[in-house]
């Protein structure tokens, strides 16, 4: 599709176990961003990817969260450790470049039992 | 610190209703400001958008103005329909200090319209 494709689309993990999310941005698209939707804390940033320039990282809640992006395009957002304050929905979102207008991904629902 | 604090919810309105989402905003420098719509079992969509002082944005017959003077941006529709039923996002981005146009959100506010 021509959308953000995101997976998986639910995800059930033990408390501290690893996993990773997948984000597939829009064709063409240079920024890609991952963001945090929780019940307490609403839409949170994480992470913002440019092209191949070093990620900004400021958003992340803790070293246990990491992200990569690949050839400039495909990204895995990998959470070590789970904790079950990690349950929350993960979108990530992409532009044709900063500052223009993002698209999101329907998320990954990620529940940490 | 940058942030953004809209009204909260839920609001209920009978169909044909006049809406009004009020949206203010802290932010150093000149942002631009969103808002979002989050459709039951969908993801999040941009609804409008402005990016300097007293622009409106506008779409489906949703409005809002982006106001310096009162850091504001107060979504508005004149007659809202049962599909107008979602979670509304003010958003803004650009802020001096930020990354270079990661969103920041407000909590959200869900609306809900009978008919």
């Known amino acids: 599709g021509a959308g953000v494709s995101q997976s998986p689309s639910n995800k059930v993990t033990e408390k501290g176990k690893d996993v990773e999310l997948r984000c597939d941005p829009i064709s063409g698209h240079t920024a890609l961003y991952w963001y945090r939707q929780s019940l307490g804390q609403g839409l949170e940033f994480l992470i913002y990817f440019q092209g191949n320039s070093a990620p900004d990282k400021s958003g992340l809640p803790s070293d246990r969260f990491s992200a990569e992006r690949t050839g400039g395009s495909v990204s895995t957002l990998t959470i070590q450790r789970t904790q079950q304050e990690d349950s929350a929905v993960y979108l990530c979102a992409s532009s044709f470049r900063s500052y223009q207008p993002q698209h999101f991904g329907d998320g990954t629902r990620l529940s940490i039992l | 610190g940058n942030s953004v604090t809209q009204m909260e919810g839920p609001v209920t309105l009978s169909e044909e209703a006049f809406l009004t989402i009020n949206c203010t905003y802290t932010?150093?420098?000149?942002?631009?400001l969103f808002w979002y719509v989050q459709y039951p079992g969908e993801g999040l969509q941009l609804l409008l958008k402005?990016?300097?002082?007293?622009d409106k944005g506008s779409n489906k017959g949703f409005e809002a103005t982006y106001r310096k003077e009162t850091t504001s941006f107060h979504l508005e529709k004149g007659s809202v329909q049962v599909s107008d039923s979602a979670v509304y996002f003010c958003a803004l981005s650009g802020v001096d200090g930020g990354s270079q146009g990661n969103l920041i959100f407000g909590k959200g506010t869900k609306l809900s319209v009978k008919p």
């Open positions: 402005a990016t300097k002082a007293d």
């Open positions: 932010a150093t420098g000149y942002p631009s």
